[in-house]
């Protein structure tokens, strides 16, 4: 669990990986999604990423689609003065998401809309139909999804 495990050395990843770990020796069924553990990085701009990479996608012999979005077209990061960023979504040959990468404003919270969906299985065509307030960030990802 965590650190001495190897695979993610990241606080939220050692506390999920502690509650799989009580829920199976307690006997109780869990969703915890192990394999999809979304990451920041505390820059300025922020940085955030949530499954695989374009890279891993060529490697594992992936037909990866990339879905991508910018800062500088958002009204809101326009306002706030912070039009650097951008989000790319990959999909995979049946448009289910496999990754999102960003960087930008609020990243690390950005990320999360993602990590949902991907924890549920969801295709991009899901994702372009979520309706998001306007003027936010969050609408980075949805313009992702109808690139």
Do not use: W
Not at 41 to 59: I, M, R, S, Y
Not at 75 to 84: C, Q, R, T
Not at 91 to 115: R, W
Request: proline share 3%; glycine share 8%.
């Amino acid at each position: 669990i965590g650190d001495i495990n190897g695979k993610c050395q990241l606080a939220h990843a050692a506390s999920f990986q502690g509650q799989h770990v009580l829920n199976v020796i307690l006997g109780k069924k869990d969703n915890i999604r192990l394999d999809i553990m979304p990451a920041a990085v505390f820059t300025d701009p922020e940085a955030a990423t949530v499954g695989l990479t374009a890279e891993q996608c060529k490697d594992q012999g992936i037909n990866a689609k990339a879905h991508k979005a910018f800062f500088r077209a958002n009204g809101k990061a326009l306002a706030m003065n912070e039009s650097d960023g951008m989000v790319k979504i990959l999909t995979d040959e049946n448009d289910t998401i496999i990754g999102c990468h960003m960087y930008g404003p609020h990243s690390a919270d950005l990320i999360q809309e993602v990590t949902a969906l991907m924890n549920k299985g969801s295709k991009l065509s899901e994702l372009a139909d979520i309706v998001h307030a306007h003027p936010t960030l969050g609408e980075i990802i949805l313009n992702a999804a109808h690139a």
